[in-house]
């Protein structure tokens, strides 16, 4: 069994071979009406809630998925319903256009919840004449699992923690070139302060008198 993209496994169920129906006496009419029935069987005394539904196709035109579910926690008989109505898998009926791809049908295309699952019948559907035979193929149905919150908030954490081990320096200067620029500034500072001298001031007045010891003489 193949796993889907998230790696969770298919459910493991019965897959019947189609029925075609048929239109008039089966005995003497032997014309075909176009349409034919894919009854799949998911494990016994078990429900399933479905992610998706996924297949490879064979010359059919439109698919419809029908839904057997049962209510949980009641005692009422499982219920079919509809969950999606004619889907084209081929871009005509009459031509290749689609007939051999592979299609997935996930369960927000549904127009029901596609929980608590008993059975599913896929009914096939080719009004062309052009086609012998269709077929779905490599049919597989897989599960959803609800997301684990605890696993999130730790995810969340490591992602965090990577953060802050590893922050992003890109665009800024080295620390350690930084720190050696500054220290190269204060060390010229101080020789700086240490060699200068005292320029000469000349005449100093003080309220209107010469200091003769400022005098300059020359």
């Given at each position: 069994m193949?796993?889907?993209?998230?790696?969770?496994?298919?459910?493991?169920?019965?897959?019947?071979?189609?029925?075609?129906?048929?239109?008039?006496?089966?005995?003497?009419?032997?014309?075909?009406?176009?349409?034919?029935v894919v009854d799949i069987t998911l494990p016994f005394g078990k429900t399933v809630n479905i992610e998706d539904i996924t297949f490879k196709n064979y010359y059919t035109a439109f698919v419809t998925v029908r839904l057997l579910r049962r209510n949980p926690g009641q005692e009422a008989p499982a219920k079919w319903c509809t969950a999606l109505r004619d889907l084209a898998l081929m871009d005509n009926p009459h031509t290749e256009g689609g007939s051999q791809g592979y299609f997935s049908i996930h369960r927000t295309q549904m127009q029901v919840e596609p929980d608590h699952v008993v059975s599913v019948r896929l009914i096939l559907r080719q009004p062309s004449s052009a086609w012998l035979t269709f077929n779905l193929e490599e049919i597989k149905i897989h599960p959803h699992v609800e997301p684990d919150p605890e696993r999130e908030v730790s995810d969340w954490l490591s992602d965090l923690t990577l953060v802050d081990q590893?922050?992003?320096?890109?665009?800024?200067?080295?620390?350690?070139?930084?720190?050696?620029?500054?220290?190269?500034?204060?060390?010229?500072?101080?020789?700086?302060?240490?060699?200068?001298?005292?320029?000469?001031?000349?005449?100093?007045?003080v309220d209107g008198c010469y200091d003769i010891n400022l005098l300059s003489l020359t």
């Open positions: 193949s796993e889907s993209d998230d790696g969770v496994k298919p459910v493991t169920c019965t897959i019947k071979p189609p029925v075609n129906l048929q239109i008039g006496d089966t005995k003497t009419d032997t014309s075909r009406s176009g349409v034919s590893h922050p992003d320096l890109e665009g800024l200067p080295d620390p350690q070139t930084v720190s050696s620029s500054i220290q190269q500034m204060w060390a010229l500072t101080e020789v700086m302060q240490t060699n200068q001298t005292t320029a000469s001031i000349g005449r100093f007045d």
